[in-house]
């Protein structure tokens, strides 16, 4: 089983393009989920799908928009990109009970020039 | 908001038991975690421990709560090189399946 897959591993963007990455899992999971994770701040949440139709913002959501796009596939997109989004973004998802708590990917570095 | 909060680093030599502490901001959580990050990949679940119990152990690791303070710790006992990684604390704040994560800890371990 891959678990969670996402992509692109690499991304350099100029200020202002717009870009999408992509996150599939294959472990039938009904939550999903995407953080950026910035030196010294751990992980923040930015957006969360509890369900498959459904989307919720999190802590840092401006700038960002979401796609629950079926069971599977959860993409995160940047319409104009800025510096400050300069990050390594992660995927991951996880059932319903919270005893096995999440799946993560293995990340997307994206730096923004 | 508050943070769940860690200190930055941690440095052992080979051998020696590892504690990374931990306090979390929120008294309603129901499940604590511990997950380990190694270099270039993603979030891996260590270990968790339900918000009623004091303690877990689970082969070299240890889990302790004391919920009065709202302090996690993980103790690794007979810490290898492989246990060189970022190590995560992390609550689920209203005991809803969403997670807030610590800043992290990097620990280094010595030969």
């Known amino acids: 089983n891959a678990g969670v897959t996402q992509t692109p591993k690499f991304q350099v963007l100029k200020t202002g393009q717009s870009m999408t990455l992509q996150c599939a899992q294959d472990?039938?999971?009904?939550?999903m989920y995407w953080y950026r994770q910035d030196p010294g701040m751990g992980l923040r949440l930015i957006y969360y799908?509890?369900?498959?139709?459904?989307?919720d913002k999190g802590e840092v959501p401006n700038g960002y928009n979401v796609s629950r796009l079926n069971k599977r596939e959860f993409s995160l997109r940047l319409e104009s990109a800025a510096p400050s989004q300069t990050s390594v973004y992660f995927c991951a998802s996880s059932e319903s009970s919270p005893v096995y708590g999440y799946t993560f990917g293995s990340g997307t570095r994206l730096t923004v020039v | 908001g508050e943070d769940v909060e860690q200190s930055l680093f941690l440095s052992v030599r080979e051998g020696d038991s590892s504690v990374i502490n931990c306090t979390y901001t929120d008294s309603s959580s129901t499940y604590l975690y511990w997950y380990k990050q190694e270099p270039g990949a993603g979030l891996q679940l260590l270990t968790y421990?339900?918000?009623?119990?004091d303690m877990k152990q689970d082969q070299r690791l240890t889990v302790l709560l004391n919920k009065k303070d709202k302090h996690l710790s993980l103790r690794i006992a007979d810490t290898q090189t492989g246990d060189s990684a970022i190590y995560f604390c992390a609550e689920d704040p209203g005991g809803g399946n969403k997670l807030t994560f610590g800043t992290g800890t990097q620990l280094k371990v010595e030969l």
């Open positions: 421990i339900f918000s009623n119990m």
């Open positions: 472990m039938n999971h009904n939550s």
């Open positions: 799908s509890a369900s498959e139709g459904t989307t």
